[in-house]
């Protein structure tokens, strides 16, 4: 497949009016934050890391690419154009890129680091989110918000090996946020449809230390609750970046 953007003229892609880039120092922001009127941060980020946020993929779904795109990191602070539907179009809470920051990231990357890449469609390990042999322990969703939807660990932060959580999530939800943790592709085979409220957590009595790693505890938690996960083979889409240059910095 072409590169995303080939067929697009320079003026119509979605563009940061101001952009800064600079390499990272060894102290300051780690990870991205957008602010109100769309102004995004990036702190400490690789190319690679850079192109999985724009077109939204899996660190284990980009390839390729010079050594330094894997190692070298940078600042950036990019704002778009200003306008009276700023409030409306960028995201207030900080927490992720939208459709079009992302759009606009990309055409960053193309033109600043003179990215190139393809999409490729590989086989490689999947899993399959199946139903399990024990009884479901899926709650009707309380949550009415259709935007809502949310994957940690029983005390509201990320999963981190002490069991799992879940608010307003479908089993294609659930699937997604899995994959990251599992670092493969999961895809949903439950024939389960609706949102879902649901938690399991590992006895108090168990400490920290004796805790099974992540996947090991995504295995378990998914089994507690009914839901079973099955290694298998599948299609594995794949970023490949082409070529890239180390942009000047500003």
Same mark, same amino acid.
């Given at each position: 497949m072409p590169q995303e953007s080939s067929t697009q003229s320079a003026g119509s892609r979605p563009a940061f009016e101001v952009v800064s880039i600079k390499l990272s120092g060894p102290k300051g922001m780690m990870g991205y934050f957008t602010y109100p009127g769309g102004r995004d941060r990036l702190g400490h980020q690789t190319l690679d890391v850079l @192109?999985?946020?724009?077109?939204?993929?899996?660190?284990?779904?980009?390839?390729?690419?010079?050594?330094?795109?894997?190692?070298? $990191?940078?600042?950036?602070?990019?704002?778009?154009?200003?306008?009276? *539907?700023?409030?409306?179009?960028?995201?207030? *809470?900080? @927490?992720? @890129?939208?459709? @079009? $920051?992302?759009h606009m990231l990309l055409t960053l990357l193309e033109d600043r680091f003179q990215l190139k890449y393809h999409r490729e469609v590989r086989e490689g390990r999947v899993y399959f989110l199946t139903r399990g042999s024990k009884p479901l322990k899926l709650e009707n969703s309380k949550y009415t918000d259709p935007d809502f939807s949310w994957v940690g660990g029983p005390h509201l932060g990320g999963i981190s090996g002490d069991g799992i959580a879940g608010h307003h999530v479908s089993m294609p939800a659930l699937a997604a946020n899995l994959s990251p943790f599992l670092e493969q592709p999961v895809f949903d085979q439950t024939g389960i449809n609706?949102?879902? *409220?649901? $938690?399991?957590?590992?006895a108090a009595d168990v400490s920290p230390e004796s805790r099974p790693d992540v996947v090991a505890s995504i295995i378990t938690s998914l089994q507690e609750i009914g839901l079973k996960l099955v290694p298998g083979r599948g299609p594995v889409e794949t970023i490949v970046i082409d070529s890239a240059q180390k942009p000047s910095e500003n």
């Open positions: @192109l999985m946020r724009a077109l939204s993929v899996q660190y284990f779904q980009v390839s390729g690419g010079p050594a330094w795109g894997h190692s070298e $990191q940078y600042d950036i602070e990019a704002k778009p154009a200003a306008s009276p *539907d700023s409030d409306k179009l960028y995201p207030t *809470d900080g @927490l992720a @890129l939208n459709t @079009l $920051q992302r609706g949102f879902f *409220d649901f $938690q399991y957590e590992y």
